[in-house]
């Protein structure tokens, strides 16, 4: 007959407290992540735990860089204190610090990359600096009970920057929310969605992301100054993302392409998906990546993805995208001119997409958080009642 002990274990749910983003910051994907694992944890648990969500206070305007350090260094630990669980998951590595103010052995921190220590020989001048105050705040993975990376490549750069044990570190790729990022419908066209959004040129060169050093936007330009001037294809640029920096702006007019480059702000995922659907190719030479959405949405919406074969991205595109070498243009540029100037090729690569884009689940995100959690509280749990 089982102890009311053993009975306990087995049937009363614990309790997880979920640390995410404080929303002044704008860090848009950190906060879609936790959101959509939030929502997908809730369906998926049942009676396995409850659910507490925490993070620090927001007014709903744009944070200043006093606020935020307030928020990051006063106010998140009050609130890891005050409401710690039996199991804490701490959804971005760049709050890993609050894991001082929790019990270690029962606290999960989720590890989207590790690019400044990755790249950190690409840095330059005041950049460098980036790298150190990187590591001050992922060192503090060292003392949870377990990380989750999203992807392999994550996972061995975590094993290998922090020294963690194999076994503590766990790939969990993300999901995708597939009822926002679907091919074209039957009521849609994609002259239709070319027309609304302007795009009055024959042939439309996306790429997604902030431009951030390791996006490698300077090869995107590169690609797009030699399909016009080398081999005289009427190429548009349209990005969306952060504004570019003066630097990359005398690139392009260095380059001559001012009139062919197209910054098109969204503001939400309809909007984005819109982009993907009037589009011709998705170029996303990124020189890391710790997972990568923009290419795996592309591949959700049916267009052609042109994409690195660093870090992640191989894992991210599988071979549903063209994969480059990102520091090497002439193969860059031939990849684009395959796709654009081969229609069985991009319908390929289009089926691929759709097909590749749909192993990545939600659920599947969740079940397998869900299952390190399990494991966790199992092994504090065991602790208690040896």
């Not at 950190?30 to 998926?44: I, N, P």
């Not at 590595?93 to 590890?111: E, K, W, Y």
């Not at 003392?143 to 994550?154: F, H, I, M, N, Y």
């Amino acid at each position: 007959m089982k102890s009311n002990a053993e009975i306990d274990r087995v049937v009363k749910p614990f309790m997880v407290s979920f640390f995410t983003n404080y929303e002044g910051d704008g860090q848009f994907s950190m906060l879609r992540y936790a959101d959509e694992l939030e929502t997908s944890l809730r369906l998926y648990s049942g009676s396995m735990f409850e659910l507490h969500r925490h993070a620090p206070r927001h007014n709903g305007k744009s944070a200043s860089r006093t606020v935020s350090r307030l928020k990051k260094y006063f106010e998140y630990p009050y609130l890891a204190r005050r409401y710690s669980g039996q199991i804490n998951h701490i959804t971005d590595h760049g709050n890993s610090h609050v894991i001082r103010f929790l019990p270690a052995d029962r606290t999960i921190i989720t590890c989207h990359d590790l690019i400044p220590l990755r790249l950190a020989d690409r840095l330059t001048g005041s950049s460098k600096r980036i790298k150190y105050s990187f590591w001050a705040k992922v060192v503090h993975m060292r003392k949870a009970a377990a990380v989750l990376a999203d992807s392999e490549s994550t996972r061995r750069d975590v094993i290998t920057f922090l020294g963690l044990p194999a076994e503590n570190v766990h790939v969990v790729h993300l999901g995708l929310n597939h009822e926002r990022f679907r091919p074209l419908q039957h009521f849609e066209s994609k002259e239709g969605l070319r027309r609304k959004l302007g795009f009055s040129w024959p042939v439309t060169l996306l790429h997604v992301g902030a431009p951030a050093f390791y996006k490698n936007l300077e090869a995107v330009i590169d690609v797009v100054a030699v399909l016009r001037q080398l081999y005289h294809l009427d190429v548009h640029l349209v990005r969306s993302g952060s504004p570019l920096p003066e630097g990359l702006h005398q690139l392009i007019r260095r380059r001559g392409i001012g009139t062919f480059v197209h910054d098109i702000k969204v503001t939400n995922d309809s909007e984005l998906r819109e982009l993907y659907l009037a589009s011709d190719v998705l170029l996303f030479p990124s020189l890391w990546e710790g997972f990568g959405w923009p290419p795996l949405e592309a591949l959700a919406c049916g267009l052609p993805v042109v994409s690195s074969d660093r870090g992640s991205l191989p894992e991210v595109t599988g071979s549903a995208a063209l994969q480059i070498d990102p520091e090497d243009l002439q193969g860059m540029v031939e990849a684009v001119r395959e796709i654009i100037g081969d229609e069985r090729l991009g319908e390929h690569l289009r089926a691929a997409g759709l097909l590749h884009a749909s192993n990545f689940q939600w659920q599947k995100t969740a079940a397998q958080t869900a299952q390190v959690y399990r494991a966790v509280w199992e092994k504090t749990r065991g602790d208690s009642y040896s």
